[in-house]
């Protein structure tokens, strides 16, 4: 089957005349098309979060046509002139957005536009642990980014004998993987960019330790103390509270999804998306007017809390949620 001819780049406007097809893109939906040979589609990003109109699948896009990302009101139009069935998708969000464009030689009736009902956006797999229990378990975020040799952020602190969950994300591939905090943790384990690790241990020794980079030798450093008002008074020394989130909108949730700050000390967050872009609130502390995460690069926010309480980090576009809290 010959491939079709693309006869335009995208543009900032929208227009339909004969001979043309307008597609929206709505509620993160791409519309399955049944047209002539010879007609243009128009495809038009009508929601707040960017998307793509690709050619392909998940794992396998066929380079016969790409939208690029398509911000708020931007549209891409490409002319179909051979007949047959092509699958199409939105790269940042290809679990949820997959359609196809079907091209005949007639079509008396005219064009086919078939919007079906939009695919669930996964939910959090509900947990069975208490608030009490969760707090047995110290959730962390880290993100480790190979072009600036360093990790985000440089210095966490944990309290001795509680586990640790880490979540670590890349923004590059690497050639070495190999990951340790020693002597707690050391894995050769492959973290490609998009993928979330989690690691698991138990800091038993009081004391600094490295978290590193092992092929690259860049580092950040794990200090573990004995007692949470420990913690705090290392913190306190420090004058700020440096944490990582990574936003992931296939899952639905962020990592780590729950936080814990102390009052009237600046707080630091290093944030990352896996795939789209976020508007993410933090409680009353922080409400952003635009995107404010994105994916393949780091964005820092900063804001003090003044006041105690359980807070609600909020994904404003995407409506999945995290908890933030405050101690005194």
């Known amino acids: 089957m010959d491939e079709p001819t693309p006869t335009g780049t995208p543009t900032p406007t929208r227009a339909v005349a004969e001979g ?15 047209i002539e040979v010879g007609t243009n589609v128009i495809w038009t990003n009508l929601d707040v979060s960017s998307h793509t109109a ?4 998940p794992g396998g896009v066929t380079g016969i046509w790409n939208s690029g990302t398509l911000a708020t009101g931007s549209s891409f139009n490409f002319t179909f002139n051979q007949t047959g069935t092509f699958l199409y998708f939105c790269t940042i969000h290809p679990s949820i957005m997959q359609a196809s464009v079907t091209v005949v030689e007639s079509l008396p009736g005219g064009p086919i536009v078939t919007t079906p009902e939009p695919t669930p956006r996964p939910t959090p797999t509900p947990t069975s642990e208490t608030t009490e ?11 480790e980014n190979y072009a600036a040799t360093r990790f985000f952020p440089q210095w966490l602190v944990v309290v001795k004998d509680i586990p640790v969950r880490l979540y670590l994300t890349r923004l590059h591939r690497e050639h070495v993987n190999k990951f ?3 002597p707690f943790f050391s894995s050769s384990e492959v973290i490609l960019p998009g993928e979330v690790g ?38 306190v020394e420090r004058g700020v509270q440096m944490y990582s989130f990574i936003h992931s909108l296939d899952e639905s949730r962020i990592f780590p999804d729950r936080l814990v700050v ?10 990352i998306s896996l795939a789209a872009e976020h508007k993410v609130s933090f409680g009353p502390f922080h409400f952003p007017d ?3 995460v994105r994916p393949g690069e780091i964005s820092i926010l900063e804001f003090t809390p003044d006041r105690t309480g359980e ?18």
């Open 20 to 34: 043309e097809l307008a597609s929206d893109i709505v509620d993160f939906v791409l519309q399955d098309l049944t």
């Open 54 to 57: 690709t050619s392909g699948q």
């Open 133 to 143: 229990e969760r707090g047995a378990v110290q959730e962390i975020g880290i993100i």
């Open 180 to 182: 340790s905090i020693a």
């Open 198 to 235: 989690v690691i698991e241990f138990l800091p038993n020794q009081v004391g600094e330790f490295k978290i590193r980079n092992v092929g690259h030798n860049f580092e950040a450093t794990l200090m573990v103390v004995n007692t949470k008002e420990e913690a705090k008074e290392r913190i």
């Open 262 to 271: 102390e009052k009237d000390i600046p707080v630091r967050l290093h944030n």
């Open 290 to 292: 635009d995107i404010n």
């Open 311 to 328: 807070f609600t980090i909020r994904h404003e576009i995407h409506g999945f949620t995290g908890e933030l809290v405050v101690e005194e």
